[in-house]
């Protein structure tokens, strides 16, 4: 079936690059409301005891991981939607097979927060620490499993060109967060507060919120979807793709704890310019991720017709997207260093070593930007392996050259590195890219 059958007259007018922006703007607004969200949270409980402050740190030290490739896997179920759009008959079977796959990713990763209490006794946190859990890893396997099925109803709206319908369940969530956590940590009146139980519960209840938004947004478009049975066969085929995602996505949180042990071993000093460091750097990556995700779906579509001159030109066209954002977010950090840093240290020697380090900052988070594109065309065209195995060669030979590189030559070496891993995967993410994209032209007749 032609493209035109299967999208609207206004998709049809706009150009590429355009429905990519449009698409990407609100993904990207929302990630970046979800980190003021969080900061309120941490804020709250830093009023609290310290142990409770750091009960919550060393939960979420796990929990951030796991959603993040629960969150991973769940957008490779992208490009199985996009094909399908405006074919109800032929799109309900896959959302369906999104849920399960979803379900099955939500609790696996809710099943290794359960065991956080092991993992802290295991590991040596201090008992005051180890009490203040209480219910939070009940909570939190629970918000997990809420998050993983509202990101597949998320997915699905991205691949069938209604971004904007995710900032619906994405704001309910973030403002009942915003809300619930100050009464359920500290109390208001004749309610007691709950500490960090009461942020586990708060944030456990906007994730519930935003899962039924989620849900009716999808139903809103596409009509009564329900769970089916589940297919094996066809699950097996989502999971082929899906898997490797979630495992690119703990191959980067792996090494950038690394890198962060690098870094505290060089001294203090330079533990807080690198934890500020790489605060700034997710602005950039927030972007990237938003512009990736927004290629998925045209370039999917693409994919099925084998129209391997304009695949390729989606990519080119999504560099141009990204640069734009990035342009402006790293030229602020440039020309405003010590400013920036100033609202994150008071400290003269941090703000000054974070400053100097923003042409580095500036170039890795260029390029890691860049990297994020490759990486969902390759989503796109359902080759995720070959990013996982090439995050697991040049970011494995960074972690073991993270800490001989910061002991020999400080942060400045600790960055380079980074910089030269992203430099590499770049190469090879396109390399890969054009490599795969030529397997999917047509064959002669």
Same mark, same amino acid.
């Given at each position: ?25 609100? &993904? ?82 809710? @099943?290794?927060?359960?065991? &956080? ?42 691949? &069938? ?165 990035? @342009? ?109 994209? @030529? ?7």
């Amino acid at each position: 079936m032609p493209l035109e059958t299967t999208t609207s007259n206004a998709v049809k007018q706009a150009p590429v690059w355009w429905r990519i922006a449009t698409a990407a703007a609100p &993904l990207y607004i929302l990630m970046l409301v979800d980190l003021v969200a969080m900061t309120i949270v941490l804020a709250g409980l830093g009023t609290q005891a310290t142990a409770s402050l750091a009960a919550f740190t060393f939960a979420s030290s796990v929990q951030a991981p796991a959603s993040a490739a629960v969150a991973g896997a769940l957008r490779g179920v992208m490009p199985f939607i996009a094909p399908y759009k405006g074919d109800r008959e032929k799109v309900i079977p896959v959302l369906r097979d999104g849920r399960w796959l979803a379900l099955g990713f939500g609790l696996a990763g809710g @099943a290794v927060l359960l065991v &956080l209490p092991l993992l802290a006794l295991a590991i040596g946190v201090p008992a005051d620490v180890r009490q203040e859990l209480g219910f939070l890893p009940l909570l939190m396997a629970l918000g997990l499993i809420f998050q993983a099925i509202k990101q597949s109803a998320g997915s699905a709206l991205i691949a &069938l060109d209604r971004s904007g319908d995710v900032m619906w369940p994405g704001m309910v969530e973030t403002v009942l967060a915003i809300v619930l956590s100050p009464v359920m940590i500290h109390g208001i009146g004749a309610i007691p507060g709950y500490g960090v139980n009461g942020a586990g519960a708060a944030l456990l209840i906007a994730s519930g919120f935003g899962t039924v938004v989620a849900d009716w947004r999808l139903r809103r478009l596409q009509g009564p979807i329900g769970w089916g049975t589940p297919r094996p066969r066809d699950l097996w085929a989502l999971a082929r793709v899906s898997i490797p995602l979630a495992g690119t996505a703990l191959t980067k949180f792996g090494t950038l704890s690394i890198l962060a042990v690098a870094a505290a071993r060089i001294g203090t000093l330079e533990t807080a310019a690198h934890g500020v460091l790489a605060y700034l750097v997710n602005l950039v990556k927030y972007a990237a991720t938003a512009v990736g995700q927004a290629t998925v779906p045209t370039m999917s579509r693409f994919v099925r017709d084998h129209d391997t001159k304009s695949v390729r030109k989606t990519v080119w066209d999504a560099f141009t997207v990204i640069t734009v954002p990035s @342009a402006v977010v790293l030229g602020g950090f440039l020309f405003l260093g010590s400013p920036v840093a100033g609202l994150f240290t008071d400290d003269p020697a941090v703000q000054a070593l974070t400053a100097g380090m923003m042409p580095l900052l500036a170039l890795s988070a260029l390029v890691e930007a860049f990297v994020a594109v490759p990486g969902f065309a390759l989503t796109a065209l359902r080759k995720t392996s070959v990013t996982l195995k090439s995050y697991l060669v040049i970011y494995g030979m960074l972690s073991l050259a993270a800490v001989p590189a910061a002991t020999a030559f400080g942060l400045t070496g600790l960055w380079v590195a980074l910089s030269s891993a992203n430099v590499a995967l770049l190469g090879t993410q396109m390399l890969a890219f054009y490599r795969n994209s @030529a397997k999917n032209a047509p064959v002669p007749s």
